[in-house]
């Protein structure tokens, strides 16, 4: 069928209910002056193709542009993607909602030439059955779609997609994969075949092997390119791990690791070196780990800091990198997922005067965010906060921030030693290592001090068990202790795909979940989506369990209680358990039942 013009665009919004006709006059009205202004934005010329003035995918960017609400929703603006995703129905095409993570860079760059494709906006994303499978926005471009074909030898199936996300992807991908491959070739022709990274536990040693140049162009424009998009993807970490073959690029999003990219063992060294050159460690140096920081500051203004750590493998050295985002360490706390009661106990916590609170779980639990946030929250003029971290997570000027170096014998333990007669009103101390540091803490505590700091527990109560075990007396615990904070992170339902279903009850009690009853409960998942890349889970939130230290409580410490003891006591006094507060969630709808045993199965 043939390309739709501006009125049958337009009649088609409006029999799916996405325009009503006044909004349809006023686009007809606004169009030539709105066209003209996105022309401007585009730098004075229309990309493309020649659809200037041949119907929809101008009228979808034209449409999009004007933030139209959509007919009897509240706030729902008209998008570009609803609008072909409109147009695919109509022309009996399947929609394809780009996702980055899903496609594979070598398909996308090697199956058509990068200004074949610019030119005419088709992206190929698989190669499924022998069939190559394309996402245009014009699908009446019928003679590039033969061209394809006939220089790949395969049949070409096409899908609709939104100019803007094919331009974004295309943009991204080729200019990543040209980097890579100029890249592959300097450092791969060198003579004699690759070049050798004497760090490879598994390869020979070539003293011939010339070392890699960390300064090239087309390493730093990868690099960047690795650093924007991860933080595009919301990636809270960055893994580049050496194998026998290739380069692994991975990105942890809500937890979970994906494979982003897979590249040639050649570039290896040099993405490294240029990573350590610009956290300000040793290129030379690949024997020992070594750990930095990099602040990135992006195009609009805002900064992140990424923690940066690397260590020799099998293969050659592996580098981590940790995301830090000040919006993400920096949270409100009554947007952290706490319970309303767990609320009002962690209040009184940050607002005593003095004693000890401790934050406990595994690592990547949020420890830091919830200290951090907690910091923020209780920052003012009038109080000289003071941290000592081992490194300095997240630099922030209303904190006095210590980090601890142990080679020049700056550890935990000794700045603690002097910290006194720093006069601050509150300290937070990374963790709680040894016996000499927790004496220190209880010390600040003693003398008039709030303290923060972590230890690694498996829920609230044991922290008490964990002093003991470090050697601190009973009743020093009982009279500087006000409570503990035990806490994970579990991802969030997504909000586009959510559905009900029912539940086993039986099966739920198996499982450990305080749920009474029998027969069946209606509980909530997702089912996937494009909007979670068919994961079911969309962001993060915190499930907690906070043990108050009251005056019963305290003198059950003194007396040497058991874990068990001190546990039954603080639920008899209120206290709602990881697993309670999971089911809590669980029941309202926020995560689910496999998300909650994934994380805290073993609590």
């Known amino acids: 069928m043939g390309l739709l013009d501006s009125e049958e665009l337009l009649d088609l919004l409006l029999g799916q209910r996405l325009l009503n006709e006044q909004q349809k006059r006023f686009v007809l009205r606004n169009k030539e002056r ?41 706030n729902k603006i008209l998008t570009e993607e609803m609008v072909m995703r409109a147009v695919a129905h109509h022309c009996n095409i399947p929609f394809k909602k780009l996702d980055p993570l899903e496609l594979d860079i070598a398909v996308v760059t090697k199956t058509i030439p990068r200004s074949f494709a610019i030119s005419h906006l088709i992206l190929p994303f698989e190669m499924r059955n022998g069939v190559l499978q394309v996402v245009t926005y014009d699908p009446e471009n019928k003679s590039a779609l033969e061209d394809i074909e006939q220089v790949n030898q395969v049949k070409v199936n096409p899908w609709l997609s939104t100019r803007s996300d094919i331009k974004k992807i295309l943009s991204e991908f080729f200019g990543f994969q040209q980097s890579i491959t100029a890249a592959e070739n300097q450092f791969s022709s060198a003579g004699s075949g690759p070049a050798v990274d004497i760090g490879n536990l598994e390869q020979y040693v070539k ?54 990219y897979k590249l040639p063992k050649a570039v290896h060294s040099a993405i490294t070196s240029r990573i350590k ?33 690397t260590i020799p493998v099998s293969f050659g050295e592996k580098t981590v990198m940790r995301i830090l985002d000040s919006s993400v360490i920096f949270q409100d706390i009554d947007d952290m997922g706490f319970s309303k009661r767990d609320r009002a106990v962690y209040n009184t916590f940050m607002t005593a005067h003095h004693g000890i609170v401790f934050v ?8 830091s965010t919830t200290l951090y946030s907690t910091l923020k929250k209780v920052s003012t003029p009038e109080i000289n906060i003071i941290t000592v971290e081992d490194p300095v997570e997240m630099v922030h000027e209303d904190f006095n921030q210590i980090a601890v170096q142990p080679q020049i014998d700056v550890t935990f333990s000794t700045i603690l030693r002097n910290i ?31 303290v923060f700091s972590t230890l690694h527990t498996n829920d609230a109560v044991s922290t008490v068990i964990r002093l003991q075990d470090l050697g601190l007396e009973p009743f020093l615990i009982a009279s500087t202790m006000l409570g503990s904070l035990a806490q994970r992170l579990v991802r969030k339902i997504c909000p586009h795909c959510l559905e009900g279903y029912p539940e086993e009850i039986s099966e739920l009690q198996r499982m450990g979940f305080p749920v009474s009853g029998q027969g069946q409960i209606e509980l909530k998942r997702g089912k996937g989506c494009k909007e979670c890349r068919k994961t079911g ?67």
Not at 35 to 51: A, D, N, T
Not at 293 to 304: A, L, M, N, T
Not at 360 to 367: D, I, R
């Open 34 to 74: 709105q066209q003209q202004q996105l022309i401007k934005l585009q730098g004075g010329q229309k990309q493309g193709g020649g659809l200037a003035s041949r119907g929809y995918p101008d009228l979808a960017d034209i449409v999009a542009s004007m933030h139209l609400e959509v007919p009897g929703s509240k």
């Open 420 to 450: 006194l007669r720093q006069d601050p009103d509150i300290i937070m101390i990374g963790e709680i290592r040894d016996l000499e540091t927790a004496t220190h803490a209880v010390q600040a505590a003693l003398t008039g001090h709030l």
């Open 277 to 309: 050159t610009l956290a300000r460690l040793d290129i030379a140096e690949k024997r020992r780990p070594q750990d930095g920081r990099i602040k990135i500051s992006q195009h609009d203004g805002k900064e992140v800091e990424l923690r940066v750590s």
């Open 207 to 260: 003293l011939s092997s010339t070392e890699l140049s960390s300064t090239d162009q087309h390493i730093k424009a990868a690099v960047n390119h690795l650093f924007k998009y991860a933080i595009d993807q919301r990636a809270s970490d960055i893994h580049i791990e050496p194998k026998r073959e290739a380069c692994l690029v991975r990105y942890r999003i809500d937890g979970i690791l994906h494979t982003i």
């Open 360 to 367: 406990t779980g595994p690592t990547g639990s949020g420890k």
């Open 537 to 603: 889970y969309a962001g993060r939130m915190g499930i907690f369990e906070i043990f108050p230290m009251s005056d019963k409580l305290k003198k059950l410490v003194a007396d040497k209680a058991t874990d068990a003891e001190l546990r039954q006591a603080a639920i008899r006094e209120g206290m709602t358990t990881l697993k309670e507060d999971a089911w809590q969630k669980v029941k309202d709808g926020k995560t689910t039942v496999e998300e909650v045993m994934r994380v805290c199965g073993d609590v």
